[in-house]
């Protein structure tokens, strides 16, 4: 017969084994800091464990009914299992971007994520104390008495850590200050926090269909003669720029465009550090910082292309446009249009490979409206590029010229070089994307002028200072996950009609550009006018003769 207890020792015992147990990844982190080597180091991390659970307690106390307790234990712990699992596999915290990212995760991109290290940390951190809590019988104290009990215990759980903040302040505040990482450490508030602030922003933000930008957008008169422009854009996935060659990276990961003359702006940084935050305002006429401060939303560049009179549409092979396509034609690269299949071993278990972005695209433009492909045509082109962890997906087994490649995603398992050499892979097989979409470009030069730009929507980490994949917030984020490729394709023909210097361009391609350069070159480049285009932020407008 197990002895009964009161709620309140469950709630003990359950936040020492969260601040001690599940929170591992914050102090594995805080014992690799070298400030921190020293028994004084070691006092305060101790101080920190204990000021966690002070906390815990004081909040779970509030919940220390016999009714609740259990379930509410329950809860904390799945929580704080999981949230350890992915902060000590892949280095990441916890905070409110990369809460939508997860939020956002469709189901065959989380299946790269869930493996039996996931349900080991569970059943570890969550399992082995949810066991004895669900087995510990329950004291029944009069429901006065046991507020009583919690109060008194919340209060003075709070003042003790209280205490220890005051005692430990020095170093503590030294610590935050110089790892602000660290706040998003503290598990599981760090998941609650994140989803309160979520749900905060959404509040503040008005419903209903989004505000209608580019009343008086027009497409530029064209002779008859005159052949409409062609833009295929294509928007990369968690390529980081320093991996091209062209930007001068030292391997050949660009084989394919190498002979094409592909113009790189080489200096170019994202709108954020993860899809979710970046493509929403890499299509907005806003900029980085309007966007991340806006009260509504907007409508975004391919509202205003279509309300231009162009054709347009999306093609998708990721998991969607964030509300980006919600007005302009879409579809997903898996379907192919009629009269057309996908070349086989390109689509498995409805995940396809980025060529399937191209299968059919014959069809696909001559689907679109005539009139409005008379005044212009942009195909944007989603890739699933080098979309992580499982990098070694996202080419095919005929092309990988960086051998041995990690096949896992549990980076962790695999050393650096066989890590780099899958993502590296990944970032070839794009460059042959690009070639075959030029390729295509140029067979309908005939009736359009062909152009293609290229843009990742955010970078990645590789473990560089030990950090992995990409989502930390902004301001900490090392320039790996901020700065992104872009690449530009104008054949002769092109330059010549929209009456650009090529000279020009290449000796802008080192100059500080970013995600708020995208609008503006888009519109100039299909010769659409606005009052809302900044020629500021046109990065074709110095460089025309017309
Ligand atoms: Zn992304």
Same mark, same amino acid.
């Given at each position: 017969? @197990?002895a *009964?207890?009161?709620p309140l020792?469950?709630?003990a015992v359950?936040?020492?084994?969260l601040?001690?147990?599940?929170?591992?990844?914050?102090?594995?982190t805080?014992? /690799?800091l070298?400030?921190?080597?020293s028994?004084?180091?070691?006092?305060?991390? +101790?101080?920190?464990?204990l000021m966690?659970?002070?906390i815990?307690?004081?909040?779970?106390?509030l919940g $220390?009914?016999?009714r609740s307790?259990?379930?509410l234990a329950?809860?904390?712990?799945?929580v704080?299992?999981?949230?350890?699992h992915?902060?000590?596999?892949?280095?990441i915290?916890i905070?409110?971007?990369m809460?939508v990212n997860?939020?956002?995760t /469709? +189901?065959?991109e989380?299946?790269?994520l @869930?493996?039996?290290?996931?349900? *080991?940390? @569970?059943a570890?951190i969550a399992?082995?104390?949810?066991?004895?809590?669900w087995?510990t019988?329950?004291?029944r104290l009069?429901t006065?008495?046991?507020?009583?009990?919690?109060?008194?215990?919340g209060?003075?759980?709070?003042?003790?850590?209280l205490g220890?903040? +005051?005692l430990? #302040?020095g170093?503590?505040?030294?610590?935050?200050?110089?790892?602000k990482t660290?706040?998003?450490?503290v598990?599981? $508030?760090?998941? #609650?926090?994140?989803l309160g602030?979520?749900?905060v922003?959404?509040?503040?933000r008005p419903?209903?269909?989004?505000?209608a930008i580019?009343?008086?957008?027009?497409?530029?008169?064209?002779?008859?003669s005159a052949?409409p422009p062609l833009?295929?854009?294509? @928007?990369?996935?968690?390529a980081?720029a320093d &991996?091209?060659?062209?930007?001068?990276y030292a391997?050949n990961? /660009?084989?394919?465009?190498?002979?094409?003359?592909l113009?790189? #702006?080489?200096?170019?940084?994202?709108?954020?550090?993860s899809?979710a935050a970046s493509l929403p305002?890499?299509?907005s006429h806003?900029g980085r910082?309007?966007f991340g401060?806006?009260k509504q939303?907007?409508?975004?560049l391919?509202?205003?292309l279509q309300?231009a009179g162009l054709?347009?549409?999306w093609v998708d092979?990721?998991?969607?446009?964030?509300?980006?396509?919600?007005?302009?034609?879409n579809?997903? $690269?898996r379907d192919?249009p009629?009269g057309?299949a996908?070349?086989?071993?390109l689509?498995?278990?409805?995940?396809c490979?980025?060529?399937?972005?191209?299968?059919?695209?014959?069809?696909r433009?001559?689907a679109?409206?005539?009139?409005r492909?008379?005044r212009g045509?942009?195909l944007?082109?989603h890739q699933?590029?080098? &979309?992580?962890p499982?990098y070694?997906?996202?080419?095919p087994?005929?092309?990988?010229?960086?051998?041995?490649?990690c096949?896992t995603h *549990?980076?962790?398992?695999? /050393?650096h070089?066989?890590?780099v050499n899958a993502?590296d892979?990944?970032?070839?097989?794009?460059?042959?994307?690009?070639?075959?979409?030029?390729?295509?470009l140029?067979?309908?030069a005939g009736?359009?002028?062909p152009m293609?730009?290229?843009?990742s929507? &955010?970078g990645?980490?590789l473990?560089?200072?030990n950090?992995?994949?990409h989502?930390?917030?902004?301001?900490l984020?090392?320039r790996?996950q901020t700065?992104?490729?872009?690449?530009?394709?104008l054949?002769?023909?092109?330059?010549a009609?929209?009456g650009?210097?090529?000279?020009?361009?290449?000796?802008?391609?080192n100059l500080p550009l970013s995600?708020d350069?995208l609008? &503006?070159?888009v519109t100039?480049l299909?010769?659409?006018?606005?009052s809302?285009l900044?020629?500021a932020?046109?990065l074709?407008?110095?460089?025309?003769?017309?």
């Amino acid at each position: 017969m @197990v002895a *009964a207890r009161n709620p309140l020792t469950l709630a003990a015992v359950v936040s020492l084994w969260l601040a001690g147990v599940a929170n591992w990844p914050l102090w594995r982190t805080l014992a /690799d800091l070298p400030e921190l080597a020293s028994t004084r180091g070691a006092l305060f991390i +101790v101080s920190l464990g204990l000021m966690v659970a002070g906390i815990s307690l004081g909040l779970l106390a509030l919940g $220390a009914w016999q009714r609740s307790i259990k379930p509410l234990a329950t809860l904390l712990l799945v929580v704080a299992a999981v949230g350890a699992h992915f902060m000590g596999s892949y280095r990441i915290v916890i905070d409110p971007t990369m809460m939508v990212n997860v939020l956002h995760t /469709d +189901v065959r991109e989380a299946g790269d994520l @869930v493996d039996w290290r996931l349900f *080991a940390s @569970v059943a570890l951190i969550a399992g082995v104390p949810a066991l004895w809590l669900w087995r510990t019988p329950l004291q029944r104290l009069p429901t006065a008495s046991q507020g009583l009990h919690n109060a008194a215990a919340g209060v003075l759980a709070l003042c003790a850590s209280l205490g220890l903040l +005051v005692l430990n #302040f020095g170093p503590m505040s030294a610590t935050m200050r110089n790892h602000k990482t660290l706040r998003y450490m503290v598990n599981p $508030a760090n998941s #609650f926090y994140a989803l309160g602030r979520l749900a905060v922003q959404k509040g503040a933000r008005p419903a209903g269909p989004p505000i209608a930008i580019g009343a008086d957008a027009r497409s530029k008169v064209r002779a008859v003669s005159a052949r409409p422009p062609l833009l295929m854009l294509v @928007v990369g996935e968690t390529a980081r720029a320093d &991996h091209f060659a062209l930007n001068g990276y030292a391997r050949n990961t /660009d084989l394919e465009t190498a002979a094409l003359g592909l113009l790189s #702006f080489a200096d170019v940084s994202a709108c954020g550090t993860s899809t979710a935050a970046s493509l929403p305002c890499m299509f907005s006429h806003l900029g980085r910082a309007d966007f991340g401060a806006r009260k509504q939303e907007h409508e975004n560049l391919l509202d205003l292309l279509q309300r231009a009179g162009l054709a347009v549409l999306w093609v998708d092979n990721q998991s969607g446009c964030k509300g980006l396509c919600d007005r302009v034609p879409n579809v997903a $690269a898996r379907d192919a249009p009629p009269g057309s299949a996908h070349a086989p071993d390109l689509c498995h278990d409805g995940e396809c490979l980025d060529e399937a972005l191209l299968t059919g695209l014959d069809q696909r433009l001559a689907a679109l409206p005539q009139e409005r492909r008379q005044r212009g045509v942009v195909l944007v082109m989603h890739q699933m590029g080098s &979309h992580g962890p499982a990098y070694y997906k996202r080419s095919p087994a005929t092309a990988k010229p960086f051998l041995p490649e990690c096949r896992t995603h *549990a980076l962790q398992d695999c /050393d650096h070089a066989s890590l780099v050499n899958a993502y590296d892979n990944s970032i070839a097989y794009t460059d042959r994307v690009l070639a075959k979409s030029i390729a295509w470009l140029s067979m309908q030069a005939g009736a359009y002028d062909p152009m293609l730009l290229y843009v990742s929507d &955010h970078g990645e980490s590789l473990g560089e200072n030990n950090m992995f994949l990409h989502g930390l917030p902004y301001a900490l984020a090392p320039r790996e996950q901020t700065q992104v490729p872009m690449l530009m394709w104008l054949p002769p023909q092109t330059e010549a009609a929209l009456g650009v210097s090529r000279a020009c361009l290449q000796e802008r391609r080192n100059l500080p550009l970013s995600h708020d350069n995208l609008f &503006h070159t888009v519109t100039s480049l299909m010769g659409v006018s606005s009052s809302l285009l900044k020629p500021a932020l046109d990065l074709l407008a110095p460089c025309r003769s017309v």
